[in-house]
């Protein structure tokens, strides 16, 4: 059974970091999509950041790019998001995402329904 943990979430000042972690319990495939994901409170579940394939390809939202970094660890199996000049807009709960076997591209990997699996979130608040 995969199972999904997040860590990290924390109250930050604005310009600050901080980074998240995601802990993929029985989860064997090595590179397919996975992908941070986050939700503010009133709108829609949104992209942030997503990786795929061997060597790792990366894809960020316009809205971080610069800031965060994705990266991922198969061997542990263990996902990444490293965030930096964080500001009030980036406040919302952040959601470790990943799945099946052999699914790959940005196109793919940019789908919320790509994904099978999810964790339970961690909450990243930035104040001003």
């Known amino acids: 059974q995969v199972r999904l943990f997040e860590s990290g979430g924390d109250s930050v000042q604005t310009g600050g970091s901080l980074r998240l972690s995601c802990v993929a319990s029985?989860?064997?495939?090595?590179?397919?999509?996975m992908a941070w994901f986050r939700q503010a409170p009133g709108k829609q579940r949104e992209l942030v950041a997503t990786?795929?394939?061997?060597?790792?390809?990366?894809n960020y939202a316009a809205s971080v790019k610069g800031r965060f970094t994705i990266s991922r660890d198969s061997s542990e199996p263990t996902m990444i998001l490293q965030m930096s000049s964080l500001a009030p807009e980036d406040t919302a709960m952040y959601y470790c995402?990943?799945?099946?076997?052999?699914?790959?591209?940005?196109?793919?990997?940019?789908?919320?329904?790509?994904?099978?699996?999810w964790g339970q979130g961690t909450q990243v608040i930035v104040s001003s």
């Open positions: 995402a990943a799945s099946g076997p052999k699914v790959y591209g940005e196109v793919t990997c940019s789908r919320p329904t790509t994904y099978d699996y």
């Open positions: 029985g989860y064997t495939y090595k590179s397919p999509c």
């Open positions: 990786i795929w394939g061997t060597p790792s390809t990366a």
